[in-house]
């Protein structure tokens, strides 16, 4: 069973900085795709930004030059630093882990809050 264990988040004033952390445990293939998604009150989840093993990232076009996503696969664990934020980028941040391996799978964690104002 795979578990992400996430941290970070919190109340930050428009065009301030957060990080946020989580780490995968459990029997993960090697080569897998982790990364965060979004969910604002009455909106669908959205990506964020997701890093694919060996580092090949990717970003909602909402977010580029803005947040980076970094991984330590060694540790399994998966950072996005969030600059200049912004009140849209308020939302409950999920971690998501993904491999296929003669079926996709998908694990997310349990969230964690990011409010943005002033």
């Known amino acids: 069973q795979v578990q992400l264990v996430e941290s970070g988040g919190g109340l930050v004033q428009p065009g301030g900085s957060l990080g946020l952390s989580c780490q995968a445990s459990?029997?993960?293939?090697?080569?897998?795709?982790m990364g965060w998604y979004r969910q604002a009150p009455g909106k669908p989840r959205e990506l964020v930004a997701t890093v694919t093993t060996p580092g090949s990232t990717k970003y909602a076009d909402s977010v580029k030059g803005r947040f980076t996503i970094s991984s330590d696969n060694t540790n399994r664990t998966v950072y996005l630093q969030m600059n200049n934020l912004k009140p849209e980028d308020t939302a409950d941040y999920y971690c998501h882990l993904s491999y296929v391996r003669g079926r996709t799978y998908n694990y997310w964690g349990q969230g964690t809050q990011v409010t943005v104002s002033s």
């Open positions: 459990g029997n993960i293939f090697s080569i897998y795709t």
